[in-house]
């Protein structure tokens, strides 16, 4: 029972982690499970340049398509293995961020409105500094 526990807890909540000396929580791993986070992160990167691009010329289905592109769907295909490394507040920062990305699709196709569009952006992008703040990654020892 308490070794269930203890697996549960290293597996949904703490992840794979250690602090970094520069304080912030590394989580270890492998270069392949890296290159995937990192990935994804520079294609929030990529759909938040969209939707600015998208602002500029007032086109809410230009806006629309690059936070799509990000939203939850994007999501799927995360392997397990990763997701028992990651920690609870990362992956919830994660998924939030999506589910953000599928919202300010959803206001861009209903309102038309770039000013709204980047009110929403910033609100993502506070998921994006909290957690270059809080976390790094870092290569998994053998």
Same mark, same amino acid.
Do not use: W
């Given at each position: 029972? =308490?070794?269930?526990?203890?697996?549960?807890?290293?597996?949904?909540?703490?992840?794979?982690?250690?602090?970094?000396?520069?304080?912030?929580?590394? =989580?270890?791993?492998?270069?392949?499970?890296?290159?995937?986070?990192?990935? $994804?992160?520079?294609?929030?990167?990529?759909?938040?340049?969209?939707?600015? $691009?998208?602002?500029?010329?007032?086109?809410?289905?230009? =806006?629309? %398509?690059?936070?799509?592109?990000?939203?939850?769907?994007?999501?799927?295909?995360?392997?397990?293995?990763? &997701?028992?490394?990651?920690?609870?507040?990362?992956?919830?920062?994660?998924?939030?961020?999506? %589910?953000?990305?599928?919202?300010?699709?959803?206001?861009?196709?209903?309102?038309?409105?770039?000013?709204?569009?980047?009110?929403?952006?910033?609100?993502? &992008?506070?998921?994006?500094?909290?957690?270059?703040?809080?976390? %790094? =990654?870092?290569?998994?020892?053998?």
């Amino acid at each position: 029972m =308490i070794t269930t526990l203890v697996l549960a807890y290293t597996f949904l909540i703490q992840g794979k982690t250690r602090p970094s000396e520069d304080g912030r929580t590394a =989580i270890l791993l492998t270069p392949a499970e890296r290159n995937l986070v990192l990935a $994804e992160m520079r294609s929030f990167l990529a759909a938040a340049q969209g939707v600015v $691009e998208g602002g500029t010329k007032s086109d809410p289905a230009a =806006i629309a %398509r690059a936070a799509r592109g990000v939203g939850a769907t994007a999501q799927q295909g995360v392997p397990a293995s990763l &997701m028992g490394k990651l920690p609870l507040a990362f992956k919830s920062l994660g998924l939030d961020t999506h %589910r953000q990305f599928d919202q300010l699709a959803l206001n861009a196709e209903q309102m038309g409105d770039p000013q709204q569009a980047q009110l929403d952006l910033a609100r993502v &992008m506070s998921n994006c500094v909290a957690c270059h703040a809080a976390y %790094r =990654i870092e290569a998994e020892q053998p």
